[in-house]
């Protein structure tokens, strides 16, 4: 194909959520945008579709955020494939990940039970993680990096809010501009900033975008807030155990933040003990005070007066051994990971899921062909992680602090940027479709805009 035009390639979330991975080529330059994996999928089989790249040509890799649907095969990419070019991504990026991997392998051992590993199971070693950080370059936002290509490639990063240190991508090469996305949230929520708005002289030629949720539009933060609190009391008050399965790092801790407020307003609460079980619960904690100064007014106020993240009524548990652990009251669990594939989140799960006084509260995004997507329509029986059928009794709710936007959030960002052309990525094929006609018909409403908008398969 002719170095003149411009291609994008989806190798993960193309009509699908999971593997966020990009290919960009133009003139001359390689990029990818993303390195995940699906978290439905375990090993070679949850990777992104690398065998459409020839990674000695990839002359740099952007990381939106640490999420391990975008970075979880990074790893494997530097240290078991051909590629020799840039990685970039923020600090609080590159500091969570050295975390989130390393648990993240934990939780791929704990799932194997011991056995042997085939070689498509273990994409990557400790020390192949250690390797790939050392090998990040950091960016801070609105800082431009020039990477002396003969295209003229050059790229800053913005505010994406959704987590910690999430950033939004323009790019510059061959005289044409692309704003991907990432994952992003216009939202400010307790701890983070809203997105940024990009101003530019003239709009992005391209603009990458999220579809996550589609034409839905989202309850406002006070009713799932409240909906949030009032399940977990309910679940509490009437003797129950209350399982909220999250990752380690993200949307934890603002749902942390939120839990720990309430028993604070409750007295009668405070008998019933939070807890967040975490081997990475003090370190990550760490590096959220570490960047503070990235985060919303609320936070950086906090910040003088004491941690912000020292929580009065949440117990950090740095192990927690399950058929140990002492459940004969009511209690909240915090657990990892986010999906309940494995680890401490499955475990609980699957000793709680039979009795009715307990509930499971997904707080999420939950992906297609993980348990926590499963449970939410209501099975009558699950199976456990022994392969042990057994009924769904206790309660299961859905509110969702996942930091995407919705559709109107997402059509008034799409708009402001007025791109050329709209290529939707992250998203289930019916969400993706849903929205490109919503946006079509909305452009055709609005006639200084003249919008192409594609939603592609991966490769």
């Given at each position: 194909m002719s170095e003149d035009v411009m291609t994008i390639t989806p190798l993960g979330s193309g009509q699908e959520v999971g593997r966020s991975c990009h290919l960009l080529t133009f003139r001359g330059t390689t990029l990818l945008l993303d390195c995940g994996v699906h978290p439905g999928y375990d090993g070679m089989a949850g990777l992104p579709f690398f065998d459409r790249v020839d990674p000695e040509q990839v002359d740099a890799l952007l990381v939106t955020h640490f999420h391990l649907d975008h970075a979880a095969s990074l790893p494997y990419f530097t240290e078991r494939t051909g590629f020799?070019?840039?990685?970039?991504?923020?600090?609080?990026?590159?500091?969570?990940?050295?975390?989130?991997?390393?648990?993240?392998?934990r939780l791929m051992a704990m799932k194997r039970g011991g056995a042997d590993p085939s070689p498509d199971d273990v994409l990557y070693t400790e020390a192949e993680l250690r390797s790939c950080v050392d090998k990040i370059e950091l960016v801070d936002y609105h800082q431009t990096v020039d990477l002396n290509l003969p295209s003229g490639l050059k790229f800053h990063a913005l505010n994406a809010g959704h987590v910690l240190g999430a950033a939004m991508f323009f790019i510059e090469l061959g005289g044409r501009s692309v704003l991907y996305t990432g994952d992003y949230s216009m939202e400010e929520d307790r701890h983070l900033m809203a997105a940024e708005l990009p101003r530019y002289r003239a709009p992005p030629d391209v603009l990458i975008v999220e579809s996550t949720y589609g034409v839905q539009v989202h309850a406002s933060r006070a009713e799932r807030e409240a909906r949030f609190t009032g399940t977990v009391e309910r679940v509490v008050t009437g003797g129950g155990r209350c399982l909220i399965p999250v990752f380690a790092l993200g949307r934890a801790q603002e749902l942390l933040l939120i839990l720990d407020e309430y028993w604070r307003e409750h007295p009668h609460l405070?008998?019933?003990?939070?807890?967040?079980?975490?081997?990475?619960?003090?370190?990550?904690?760490?590096?959220?005070?570490?960047?503070?100064?990235?985060?919303?007014?609320?936070?950086?106020?906090?910040?003088?007066?004491?941690?912000?993240f020292h929580f009065s009524h949440i117990r950090n548990l740095k192990s927690i051994d399950v058929?140990?652990?002492?459940?004969?009251?009511?209690?909240?669990?915090?657990?990892?990971?986010?999906?309940?594939?494995?680890?401490?989140?499955?475990?609980?799960?699957?000793?709680?899921?039979?009795?009715?006084?307990?509930?499971?509260?997904i707080a999420g995004y939950a992906v297609e062909h993980t348990l926590a997507k499963e449970i939410m329509s209501q099975p009558r029986e699950v199976v456990t992680m022994e392969g042990r059928r057994q009924p769904l009794n206790c309660l299961v709710d859905y509110v969702s602090f996942s930091a995407h936007v919705d559709f109107v959030q997402n059509r008034d960002f799409i708009t402001r940027c007025n791109p050329r052309n709209i290529v939707l990525v992250h998203g289930a094929k019916e969400e993706m479709g849903r929205l490109k006609g919503a946006l079509m018909m909305h452009f055709q409403k609005l006639p200084e805009v003249r919008a192409i908008v594609l939603h592609v398969y991966n490769c």
């Open positions: 020799k070019g840039r990685i970039f991504m923020t600090h609080p990026t590159k500091a969570v990940i050295r975390l989130l991997l390393g648990d993240y392998l405070q008998s019933i003990p939070i807890y967040y079980a975490s081997k990475m619960a003090s370190r990550a904690l760490r590096v959220y005070r570490t960047y503070a100064n990235m985060m919303n007014s609320r936070i950086r106020t906090r910040m003088d007066l004491g941690n912000p058929n140990g652990f002492d459940d004969r009251g009511p209690s909240v669990v915090f657990a990892s990971p986010g999906m309940l594939q494995s680890g401490v989140s499955r475990q609980l799960f699957d000793r709680w899921a039979a009795d009715p006084k307990n509930g499971v509260l």
